[in-house]
Structures are given as C-alpha cells and as structure tokens.
C-alpha cells in the first residue's frame, strides 16, 4: 500500500470497528462491494481506492488545473459588468448535471458504499459488530452553517445574516478574504464573541490564488500570517479552486474548499463523500449542501426543497449537512426568503449536531485517535451498535 494524502480514510480506518476485521476480511468486502463504486479501473487496494475517491483520482490527472479559457476568463473578470459574469455564468453551467460523472445534487454511490461494506464484515465475522460513532452524542447528522464575504458590502450585510441565524439558535462559521476589502475587526471581535467563527477565504480573490505553484507558495505565506491575525484555523479556497499537495503549507486544522458534488464549480469533479476525512495534515470538511447562488440564481430555485432532499439523505446516512451561503448573495431577497426558509426547515427538523467547521475537524480529530469515546457515545464500550443500513430514502424518516 502506497500512503498517501488520502490514505487515513480507508472503509477500515473509518469505521472504527470492535472487534477489528482482519485487513483480509476487510479487503474481501470492499472487493465485493466495490463495483457500487462504478470506477472504470476498481483499484487493487484501499489507499488506491480511497485517493480515486477522496483524492479525485478517477477525474483524471489534470482534475485540479484550469482550463486556458477559465484562466483567461480571470484575467478578463475584473474589466467585465457583474451582470455579464453572472450571464456568463450561467451559459457554463448549462447543463452542467449531464456533464459531470458525479451524481447531483445527490450522490449516493460512495456513502452506500461504506455501508454496505460494514455490512459485509459484519456477516463475515458473525457477530456483534460495532464502530466508532460517527457524532458525538448519540446525534444521526451534523449539521455545519459557513459564510463567505466577497465584498466590502458583504462585509456590511454579515452582522445581519449572523443575527438571522442566531434567531434560529445556529452559529456559523464567517470566512473573510484578507486583502480584497478593509477588514472589519470590530465586526469580527464582536462575531467571535457571539460564538462564531473566523475562517480565511483565499488571499485576494482573484481567480489567481491557484495560478502556479509559484504563485501559491507566495500567497500561502501570507495567508498562514493572516490565520494568526483572523486566530482562524480554517481556510476556504476562492471559487473553489483547489490542490491537496500545495495546500498543506497552509496552516490549518481544517479546509473547506471541497464538496460531495457540484457540477457548476469552475473545477467541477467532486470527492463523493458527506463525511469529513483526512487530508495529509487538515481535516477536510467538504461542503455538501448547494451554494446559495447556483441554487436561486442559476437554477432559478424558489423554495429550499433540494437542501431539504439533501438533507434527508445525509441523516439517513448519518453524514454531514455543510452549507456554504454568502452575505454578497443573500443581500438579493430572492436568495434570502429561500435561505430563512431553511432554517426555519431545519430548526422544526432539529436531532442534528449544530457545530461550528472547528469543532467538527476537532471531533474528527479524537475520533481517529484512542482515546475512549465513551462520554460521547453515552454507551459503554468502544463503539455504538451498528445502525440499520439505509438502502432507500425514507427507511429512516
Ligand atoms: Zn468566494
């Protein structure tokens, strides 16, 4: 088994089972589950396979470079109207579902996949079977609230957005970009005091942060110097451009720039999975909800019912709701009626664990460790019965 950036997430090291499965029976039930997967070359082992998934791998080896019209598109934006971005915008996303390889805004082949191999070693040994719990608590989901402020005049809509979801008893996580507007320390101060947290969204962006390795590297020092500055410990990259290798000079406890499924990124592809995992040194904590804007002003959506669909998949599957929404947008009341919707929607659902990216990453973290979980669970023993396998939507409501 080669290690690799991916390689702490094998279905083994996830599940954290009691007793513990050989690596034979282990590899025996991801070899008969695997094809659940619908890779075009399954990989012969678990590190392989968890880097096609986690890792991108099965998008090709260019997955994480843009194209030279998307490149050239970032040197134009800055000349061009915003009602000419947001048209452009939205003649590439296009039918951007039928494009991806990824199932959207649903994709279950991986979150089954995991299941249905703990179900497999768990007849293969016969007995009681158990793993780690996913939640503290005995919760079935979590449920994760982030922000990005694009703007100045986002900046200035974001105590209002904070006050919204604090009337709904949520706290979320605020992510401000270092050098495109004047920071609002007192805002921040004042959001950190209230219970949420300051995240790092990119450097400037700009469309940029990703252009080279060079330039990254560059970007990357000052960005670990404004995580000092923001005591932030998370970081969302700009639009979702990403790279797990040059990424892990940041100094972070946890990233934000990935998600389950999205065709309508710049980099669209998708790492499949509603949980977090472990990325060589950060927590990735991958968004899975849709973004506010492709959600309302794309897809033209009036009402949250496709969160909500969402939703229900995950805490079906035990996974985590993460929901990337943006002060900028949810100035537009269109946006906003749809966001407030949803959160009404979730306080009357309620059983999840509301926490802050930090927390979770945290979580994650002790999880992965030895350490007895025991005060977590509120069982005794290492881990928590195994849940019902969900097989079809509804079985859990
Ligand atoms: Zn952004």
Redesign the pocket.
Known sequence: MTPNLWSQNTPDLFWQCDPNPTAEQWQEAIQKKISILGLPNPPPDSATLVEQILGEGQFGPSRWHLSTAKRLYYEVKPLMPRPVIVALRKIYSRGAEDETPAQWPIEPCYATFLWEVLSEVQAMTGGILRHRPLWPNGHPYAFVLTH?I?TAAGQSFMRTIADIDESFGFRSSINF?PERYKIDYGLMDELRERGFEIGV??LK?DGKEFQSKQVFMQRAERINQYLKDFQAVGFRA??MHREPEWMQVLEIDYDLSFFDTDPYEPMPGGVMTIWPYFVGRFVELPYTLAQDHTLVKVLGEKTPHLWLQKVHFIEQNRGMALINT?PDYLMDSAVMEVYISFLRHMKARGGFWNALPHEVAQWWRRRASEEPLDEFSGLTGRAVDVPIIPKQQGQFA
Do not use: S
Request: proline share 11%; aromatic share 0%; charged share 20%.
């Open positions: 990005d694009e970009i969204h990119g962006h700009p639009l943006h």
